[in-house]
């Protein structure tokens, strides 16, 4: 059911002293947010309770939780929920929510005493196989209390978990607000709006809440208020998931060409039955990240040929015809046309005449045999390079080489390893990649064997292998380079075929 006009973002506050939650709520609205939930479990006392409330600046929604960490006594628990709550009437605050199970018996006397206040009668549901049926019943039991709102709250263990709150949201017959807690719970706000939410929660500029998207990414990056039942769903399917750029990247693109989708991170354990059980039209497509891409190609209905020799899909699309899931690989041709392009571009600056593929013939030097790995290997191999792969994981390394008609050499051989010059070193490992920024897997002095330094590492977007190797003088193609490359495959495939590249270019430069 519909509730809504315009989407409520609210902002959750969740502060310890009455000077920090009045500050919170000044950046609240500074956000953008319509209003905000002031969860009082944590002011240690009634007066600051008042004194808060007096102050508000938005209109609030007056929490108070049984679950928090911080109580010690359920006594003293229920008698302080007691008093906030009559307060909260008594002040004619906005929205008052009573907790169920710890505060039922108050529902009616604030019910009688309340003047403008809506009451919400929430619940929370502990971690657990949550079936629809389930959260159904509790929820008319919710409902039956003669709330103005219900609202659930619901520990999950797994993405998955999620989808039979979106199931509630869609079949309410009152007004309902969901939050699936903590980091698989995000896109319970995120998808929220497509399936009727009228109030999503977002948290506050540097406080991050497991499960809350920012409130700043609600306004200004997913643009929530947009979203609505026919928004297509795509996302990123990786783990872990909070470092992928491509939400920044695919939602303006959307946007810019007028479509309906929405990108989110999705934090999948299995993706296996994470596809199972997202199997409407509607999840539309996915960008497949670690560490899930060669588990991908299992998965999918189709698997497109160059995917399939290279064994991992990092881009699936839900035909449109039939349904079908169908497995791509964008990586490869991002990266090896990247290398090309500036290898390219070297050779004219140097007055050579560019060849047939500027790969040929040269030495590829692989460190990593991962998804991405892969895909280089078997790009470079396609356009005559000799392979030569460095892995941790010897076995896992030696059987890529074999599939690229390559040679496999151990890892600790990496930074001496020069037996020509104007190779070409390709880092697809996570080497370098925050948090451990000052690891290199080549030594500086050791890459002037190089011809092209490649790193398909794009957190730092300068990494300490790029920074070095622009020092010596060699050419280097970032990872950035790479991801926009295949973003925008990834974009024509989800797209049928819209590929705004100047814009997504113009985007990653802004916001990388
Ligand atoms: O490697 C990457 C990056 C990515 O995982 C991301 O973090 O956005 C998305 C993948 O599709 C792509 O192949």
Redesign the pocket.
Known sequence: MGFREKLLVCATIESETKEEMVKSMEIAKEEGADLVELCMESIPNISDVELVLKQRTLPAIVSFRQNSQKFLCKGDTKHKCLQVLRLAVELDVEFVEIDLELASNMIHEVMQKRENSKIIVSSYVKCGIHSKEKLGNLLICLQSTGADIVKLVTEVAYITDVAPVFHVLTHSQVPVIVRAVGDRGLISQLLGPKYGAFMVSGSLGGKSIPGLPPLLSIKNIYKLDNVDVDTKVFG?V?NP?G????PLLHNPAFRYCGYNGIYVPLLVDNIKEFLRVYSCTDFAGF????PH?EAAVACCDEVDPLAKSIGAV??IVRRPADGKLVGYN??CDACITAIEDALRERQVSNGEVPNVSPIAGRLFVLVGAG??GRALAFGARSKGARVVIFNRNFERGESLARAVSGEALPINHLDAFCPESGMILANCSAIGMEPDVHLTPVSKENLRSYDLVFD?VYTPRNTRLLQEAVEIGVTVVSGVEM?IR??LG?FKLFTNGLAPEDFMRKVVLEQF
Do not use: C, P, R
């Open positions: 990123v990786s998931v470092h992928s750029k491509g960008s497949i990240g670690l891409k990092n881009t964008t990586d998804g991405a398909a991801f295949q973003a990834q």
